[in-house]
DNA sequence: CGGGATCCCCCGAGATACTG
DNA sequence: CAGTATCTCGGGGGATCCCG
């Protein structure tokens, strides 16, 4: 456990110096959706080695980031969670999220969306309560095997894991959902392209996406992405 | 150069593929205060393989960050600069910046400041036009061997590296200058403290320290850190 | 002298197997 | 379920060398 050190004094270093090392911001982004297993982690990671998950969370957990605990009553097992100065680390994972959210035009070979992505990549795309309508929803969103649903109201949107039991709004996600959320295709287009299939009330579509908003960079050349094809299966989340 | 990629289709996975190699963010954060000498970079990141730097301008590049480009003139020789693409980045960086500042107690031993150091912590500390004094004025900040000036009005602030000609406030920073911007010494004790040496109109201390702010963590255990000691000693810029 | 390329060494990540 | 142990291999640290 060497000195990965910048060796400067400097607020950026610092950061580097704690989430520079690979998977560490991932895992982040995974315990700043809720609690986790070892193996919840490791589901919603793939292709993460068990050593180095360990070694993270070990990491992490001297860092002051996260904090092991022991889950009472039926099930004894061991949760890991973020602590209160892993929380403040939310409005910077949210804006490199929003960044690398303009390269998303089309999925890669294989890859997948996982629960706790969807949720973060919502929670990241929420606007200003200034800059939304007003009114009050529950939508739930599906992208692949992922499912999440948001509660917006005046004041604040919650974004959780799992479907909800009465959404006025379910919007399935096909291939070119993002596009949608960039503003590059019209709400009223999305049905016909099959950006998104609708179930419940699909005039409230338009609120959507003036909820919710990624941006777009349309000086980016992605790196030719063969078919822009199936998002691939998603581990992970017991919903 | 193989794919290190995370397989996920996510906005803070890609984000990590390009930002989360070592040295990375540090790079940019020099490219960003202004366009940079392949020397001038290592000169300001003290210990980078000169092999490493090479690597990352070029994948930088390849990713549409940065841009080489020949000076013309005089001294006809290659510089960087970021683009528009990474301009983007910038609030980001500033996000990360602010969280990783909150550690920033006391120099751990031979860390340096440098000058894109210092600029990029001001420019990440300046507050909103709305919680800050709506005076004009110029300071000058000075730490170990690094300076630079801030320049505010009632719309902007600007921070760029070296000196000002006519400062209405230089503030030479002591070892612990930055609990001043985090309020933990008030003003007026900071130069009793030795936080600070002012030069120049010192009624303006007030006003730069409700300017320019970075956040505090009480909960924080800085590893141990020795001799709060010498910041050491800067490369870099020629200002 | 600026702008790298090349070399060696070793750490850390990937992959897989195994254990409390 | 929650990790540890072991192996291999690519990439970073560090020094030196090279080219226009």
Redesign the pocket.
């Known amino acids: ?4 050190r ?1 060796g400067q004094f400097c607020g950026l270093a610092r950061a580097a110096e704690v989430l520079g ?3 560490t911001l991932l895992i982040l982004r995974d315990l700043l959706v809720g609690p986790r ?4 982690l ?1 589901a919603g990671l793939p ?12 990491e992490l957990e001297r860092d002051g980031l996260i904090e ?1 605990s022991l ?1 009472t009553g039926s ?1 004894r ?4 969670q973020v602590t209160e100065r892993g929380q403040e680390l939310r409005p910077a994972l949210e804006a490199l999220s929003r960044w690398g959210a303009a390269t998303m035009t089309t999925p890669h070979e294989g890859e997948v969306i996982t629960q706790a992505s969807l949720v973060s990549a919502l929670r990241a795309a929420a606007r200003d309560h200034a800059n939304r309508p007003s009114a009050r929803a529950v939508y739930q969103i599906e992208a692949a095997d992922a499912v999440a649903h948001a509660t917006v109201d005046e004041h604040d949107i919650t974004v959780e894991p799992g479907p909800h039991p009465k959404p006025d709004l379910t919007i399935v996600a096909g291939p070119r959902y993002r596009d949608l959320l960039a503003g590059t295709i019209a709400p009223a287009d999305a049905v016909a392209t099959g950006a998104a299939e609708l179930h419940g009330n699909s005039a409230r579509l338009d609120d959507f996406t003036r909820t919710f908003q990624v941006p777009y960079s349309p000086t980016l050349t992605d790196p030719p992405a063969g078919v822009a094809a199936s998002p691939g299966t998603n581990q992970g989340d017991r919903s």
């Open positions: 456990m060497r000195d990965r910048y090392q690979r998977w297993r070892f193996s919840d490791e292709g993460i080695p068990t050593s180095v998950l360990a070694t993270r969370l070990k092991r889950r099930d097992s061991v949760v890991y």
